[in-house]
């Protein structure tokens, strides 16, 4: 994305983000349609034409709000990576964490409105597929890795396997607004064996 250059990047750095919040907050209040820059700029207590020394449109924030999300995201991964113990441990001592972070509705439902306008706006579906793909590549990084009990299995069953963990949490979303009571242990009971299946070969 191209942006204007600014003499101090840390200013700059918090201006961006002053935006970007300014944008998740109308968002989750109008829609991806219903927050228009206008909007965006009285949340952010700043001119529209300062918020395109930043941004160049509103596609331009999406994909910085969808790289945050990525770098949260890789950041957990890494934990992962670091575990001291095998994949399926890594994976299973962390899978409260990503339960947390897909039943947030405060700040996922951000995710749900730009995946309804990904349906109508090639840009933003380009850009979710992108980061989906960099999150499927770094979880077949892991699961193909040394202290992964699938690391010999076919790139099928791999993919096949990764669809479905990501499938399952991503749902979960869904499921806590169509049922909010509820609650990460309720999920964890059954998600815990579920997930050691699909993280262990199959007899």
Known sequence: ????????????????????????????????????????????????????????????????????????MFSIFQQFEDHPSDVLTALLDGLNIGVQRHMDTGSCVVDLDMMAEAGRNHKVATLLRDADAQARNRMR????????LLKDHSE???ESRINVI??????????????????????????????????????
Not at 141 to 148: A, G, I, K, P
Not at 183 to 191: H, K, M
């Open 141 to 148: 990084q892991l699961l193909t890795s040394e202290r992964s």
């Open 1 to 72: 994305m191209k942006t204007k250059r600014h003499t101090d990047p840390a200013l700059a750095q918090a201006r961006r983000e002053q935006v970007l919040s300014a944008a998740a907050d109308c968002f989750r209040r109008k829609g991806y349609h219903g927050a228009g820059m206008a909007e965006i700029s009285r949340t952010a207590g700043m001119s529209a034409g300062h918020i395109y020394n930043y941004f160049d449109s509103k596609e331009a924030i999406i994909e910085s709000i969808i790289e945050k999300d990525m770098e949260e």
């Open 156 to 158: 099928q069953e791999l």
């Open 166 to 203: 990501f499938s399952v949490m991503a749902g979960l979303l869904l499921r806590k607004v169509l049922y909010p009571e509820l609650t990460e242990e309720t999920v964890l009971i059954a998600l815990r064996p579920a997930m050691k299946t699909l993280l262990m070969p199959f007899e």
